[in-house]
């Protein structure tokens, strides 16, 4: 039970401590330098939607390959399915 009290006590003063905020005109007043150069407003940065390409390696050669390489997958794909199939039909009517 005493500890609780010390507690609620300690609690108590440090609220009772607390600092007021100072206004905003105060704290830019006394700013040293540097903290003067952080209230400067920013300019956003950003990359050209070309430049972004180049960075990300979508250009336009490699759209074409990349759309080439898909074209030959799903030939690829119809190829094996028909030869599976020819396959399976010569081995059941061989059989």
Same mark, same amino acid.
């Given at each position: 039970?005493?500890? $609780? #009290?010390?507690?609620? +006590? *300690?609690? /108590? !003063? &440090?609220? &009772? &401590?607390a =600092?007021?905020s $100072?206004?905003? =005109?105060?704290?830019?007043? %006394? $700013? @040293?330098?540097?903290? +003067?150069? +952080?209230?400067?407003?920013?300019?956003?940065?950003?990359? @050209?939607?070309?430049? !972004?390409?180049?960075?990300? #390696?979508?250009?336009?050669? %490699?759209?074409? /390959?990349?759309?080439?390489?898909?074209? =030959? !997958?799903?030939?690829?794909?119809?190829? /094996? @399915? *028909?030869? #599976?199939?020819?396959? #399976?039909?010569?081995?059941?009517?061989?059989?």
């Amino acid at each position: 039970m005493e500890i $609780a #009290g010390i507690k609620l +006590s *300690f609690e /108590t !003063q &440090r609220i &009772r &401590r607390a =600092s007021v905020s $100072a206004p905003v =005109s105060d704290i830019l007043l %006394n $700013a @040293s330098k540097t903290e +003067s150069l +952080s209230f400067q407003p920013t300019i956003k940065v950003d990359i @050209s939607p070309l430049k !972004q390409l180049q960075l990300t #390696g979508l250009t336009i050669p %490699n759209k074409v /390959t990349v759309k080439d390489f898909q074209k =030959s !997958q799903v030939v690829m794909l119809f190829l /094996t @399915s *028909f030869m #599976g199939l020819l396959i #399976g039909l010569a081995i059941s009517f061989l059989l």
